[in-house]
């Protein structure tokens, strides 16, 4: 009997766990929150049924750093924990509201609730926790290097350390000419990015660098710091504005002065040093960045070195060269020395303008010619060229008009023009009078056969 009575209790408890268990879909609640020194914060949770229509007790309590119960409640009442100040519960869903956020705001919580629906005996528990972070706004960071003197490449390392005076859970970040700086072989950094190590320094790491400093409710960013590495020399040449160059040759016209001047990467400057070298013997001619050929002193064929160093990394570097005299031609050393006296573009317009000027005298010539004009005034005939008589018969509308006749006593002319209208007047008699003839049209037949 007793068997009996165990096993149909482990059944119970058995159906119990089943019909109850834990259930998180019947709440949500967001699993962090970030909050800003001095605000309030709710812990909102949403609940997915009817909070009228079930019967359920809650719990909120803060689990870490250390377990601390806070308040207790149902759909209806609240009991808290007396020594809390500032925080306050909002029913029916059970809501966690903080009026001022502080340092010991920050930490874990959790929320169990025990659920009853209607016409079930089961209850189901469901529990959320969500992490709670305070934070006070970064203020501007500032970085510091060291160490604070000279740093040579490949031999020293530097640390950069960005700090702020105020913020919580604060990250870093570092820029390089507003590029973002990677770990590296070189480049390592610590857990919250705040300290940037590199080592060993090189040419590469020369720059501006800028600190960024935030955390969930802010983000500012320090001033630029500038990092200055002492380097090289690097890429070694010599050059000459005269003479022709090729390869490691300078082909100088004889006579010519030349100089040469010693380049490098190099920081700081290098101290230079030019030498002559022979096959026997070699040979210290002067120190210095420029170097001076003067012409009654250029060599044959002779070969010459630049030695540059650089007094703070201990590095050096050189670089060979020979000289050699002999005659260039004149355009060819004045091309290689920057351009000729007439450039092309100049020779290309004076050109252009030759071609023009001499089409529009062949044109002129083509249309005008005055040769042809004077022959063809020679070849036409006497009477044309002299103009001694003219028909009347030219320009009609030019004889239209009043015309006036004065006779005078005497004999008349028969070749007069105005005898042709006296001869057809039979009753004028008195040869002193003055006659008007209105022209009306021009005669057909020449004046002379009209008086015959």
Not at 29 to 50: A, N, P, W, Y
Not at 176 to 196: A, C, Y
Not at 307 to 313: I, K, M
């Amino acid at each position: 009997m007793e068997c009996v009575r165990v096993t149909m209790v482990l059944l119970m408890c058995v159906l119990f766990l089943i019909v109850a268990g834990t259930n998180s879909e019947y709440i949500s609640l967001q699993s962090t929150q970030h909050g800003k020194m001095g605000d309030s914060m709710i812990l909102r949770v949403e609940t997915h049924f009817d909070v009228q229509d079930v019967t359920f007790q809650g719990t909120w309590c803060k689990t870490k750093p250390f377990y601390t119960h806070l308040v207790s409640f149902t759909k209806t009442t609240v009991i808290s924990n007396l020594r809390l100040k500032n925080i306050r519960l909002i029913l029916p869903n059970g809501s966690l509201n903080f009026e001022h956020l502080d340092e010991d705001t920050q930490g874990e919580y959790e929320l169990e609730i025990n659920i009853i629906f209607p016409g079930s005996s089961g209850i189901v528990k469901v529990t959320k926790t969500v992490m709670v972070t305070v934070s006070v706004p970064v203020s501007i960071p500032i970085i510091s290097k060291t160490p604070d003197s000279e740093i040579v490449e490949d031999r020293d390392n530097v640390t950069l350390t960005c700090s702020v005076e105020h913020g919580t859970n604060v990250q870093f970040k570092w820029l390089k000419n507003n590029m973002l700086v990677g770990p590296s072989e070189r480049h390592t950094f610590s857990q919250d990015n705040g300290i940037l190590f590199i080592n060993p320094v090189k040419k590469e790491d020369i720059g501006q660098y800028i600190c960024e400093a935030r955390n969930h409710i802010s983000k500012t960013q320090s001033k630029q710091a500038d990092l200055s590495v002492f380097y090289g020399p690097y890429n070694l040449a010599v050059n000459s504005d005269q003479g022709l160059k090729i390869g490691g040759v300078f082909t100088v016209n004889p006579g010519e002065l030349v100089f040469f001047e010693c380049i490098a990467d190099s920081n700081p400057p290098n101290t230079c040093v030019w030498i002559s070298k022979t096959k026997n013997s070699t040979e210290v001619l002067m120190t210095g960045p420029r170097f001076e050929v003067k012409p009654y002193e250029l060599p044959q064929g002779k070969e010459f070195l630049c030695r540059a160093f650089n007094n703070v990394t201990k590095k050096q570097d050189e670089t060979k060269f020979t000289l050699v005299v002999a005659s260039l031609s004149t355009g060819k050393a004045k091309y290689i020395q920057g351009g000729s006296a007439l450039s092309p573009l100049t020779f290309i317009t004076v050109f252009s303008a030759i071609i023009i000027v001499c089409m529009m005298f062949v044109l002129l010539r083509k249309s005008c010619h005055p040769k042809r004009m004077i022959k063809t005034i020679y070849r036409r005939p006497m009477t044309e060229q002299k103009g001694l008589h003219r028909s009347g018969h030219e320009d009609a509308a030019e004889d239209f008009g009043i015309y006036e006749f004065v006779s005078v006593p005497g004999k008349m002319e028969s070749t007069q023009a105005s005898c042709r209208s006296l001869a057809r007047l039979d009753s004028v008699r008195d040869l002193h009078t003055t006659i008007y003839d209105v022209i009306r049209h021009v005669p057909e037949t020449p004046t002379l056969s009209l008086l015959k």
